[in-house]
């Protein structure tokens, strides 16, 4: 078994909070590190953050905004990239009316506080059974509310303003690990055996019983997995 230096790439409003129990199952194996991107208004700078925190080749892996992210460090420097990781993620364009949508939350954030948007943007996003969801609740509704609202708006923008992922996929000569749970109704299964279609060199990992905030909602089962995805690479 190989060392592998992990980034794990957090994604909108949140924190390392996201990747602590799945961190927890593979630090004994591996050089893991969370990165979270308050205060960066575009994918560009999240990414380049990334590639001024890697000294060598690397895992990078990101979950929702996050694996946006890893797909554009790869982009702009795939020397840095050993493997990827996409989890509860997409490549599609800006959709229509996703300004308003997104824009809708920002103007909630300005008016009435970050604990509104917790109470607002949360619910859909989770697909976990009931007693799991209230065990992690005052987790992320924490995770949100120590959000500024100028970040939570720089980050939207970021999302807004997305450069196409789409094309990065096809060029990826390297391991990707993809992942999604059978309740995200934000980026759904389908969409990512989409993507796993369009790589070389994919491993697809469904989640069951949780939503888009998978990594906490179930980071058991997807620590396993990464753990043995993990196991199989080479050295780089």
């Given at each position: 078994m190989?060392?592998?230096?992990?980034?794990?790439?957090?994604?909108?409003?949140?924190?390392?909070r996201v990747w602590r129990d799945v961190a927890d199952l593979i630090a004994h194996e591996h050089e893991v590190r969370i990165l979270s991107f308050e205060g960066l208004t575009s994918i560009g700078a999240m990414a380049d953050r990334v590639i001024h925190e890697t000294t060598k080749p690397s895992v990078i892996i990101g979950h929702s905004m996050g694996g946006r992210v890893a797909l554009e460090v790869f982009r702009r420097a795939p020397e840095r990239v050993h493997a990827l990781g996409l989890l509860n993620t997409g490549v599609h364009p800006r959709g229509e009316g996703e300004i308003?949508?997104?824009?809708?939350?920002?103007?909630?954030?300005?008016?009435?506080?970050?604990t509104a948007v917790a109470k607002d943007w949360l619910p859909p996003m989770l697909g976990a059974a009931p007693e799991r969801i209230a065990a992690l609740w005052p987790d992320l509704m924490s995770m949100v509310e120590q959000q500024s609202v100028e970040s939570f708006a720089g980050q939207i923008q970021a999302l807004l303003d997305r450069p196409d992922a789409q094309s990065v996929l096809a060029s990826i000569d390297r391991p990707v690990f993809v992942s999604s749970a059978t309740n995200d109704r934000w980026s759904p299964i389908d969409q990512h055996e989409a993507m796993c279609a369009q790589l070389a060199h994919p491993t697809f990992f469904k989640v069951e019983n949780a939503g888009h905030m998978a990594p906490m909602e179930a980071p058991h089962p997807i620590g396993e997995a990464l753990r043995l995805w993990l196991r199989g690479l080479d050295n780089p």
């Open positions: 190989s060392r592998q230096s992990v980034f794990l790439l957090s994604g909108l409003l949140c924190d390392a308003v949508s997104r824009g809708r939350l920002v103007n909630l954030a300005r008016q009435s506080g970050m």
